[in-house]
Nanobody
């Protein structure tokens, strides 16, 4: 399974970006998908997740109402639409895929709930 993240860039505060993560190698709709982010010197942190069925989404508190995670099964791609970006959103964003079922609603925010990771895409938000 391979994940290819793209869409990062440099934007000003208040602007928007859409990140994409293309998944190859296995049936796309068997995966829970998530986005994490990391800044230098800090732990990688959870941003957003969507269940394999697309029926449930989860967000870190600081991005609720601004970010939206979605899936396009026809394109084997998951998106992260980021609106009203803030300088604190500056980070390398990683997409991840995992196959847990029974406890995903409990453990969606944990890195070890995901088996596969993309290479990361840098988002820089200037003030």
């Amino acid at each position: 399974v391979q994940l290819q993240a793209s869409g990062g860039g440099l934007v000003q505060a208040g602007e928007s970006l859409r990140l994409s993560c293309a998944v190859s190698g296995r049936t796309f709709n068997s995966y829970n998908m998530a986005w994490f982010r990391q800044t230098p010197g800090k732990e990688r942190e959870f941003v957003a997740a969507v269940s394999w069925s697309g029926g449930s989404t989860y967000y870190e508190d600081s991005v609720k109402g601004r970010f939206t995670i979605s899936m396009d099964s026809a394109k084997n791609t998951v998106y992260l639409q980021m609106n009203s970006l803030k300088p604190d959103d500056t980070a390398v964003y990683y997409c991840a895929a995992g196959t847990i079922r029974d406890y995903f609603s409990t453990y969606y925010y944990m890195q070890n709930s995901y088996d596969y990771w993309g290479q990361g895409t840098l988002v820089t938000v200037s003030s």
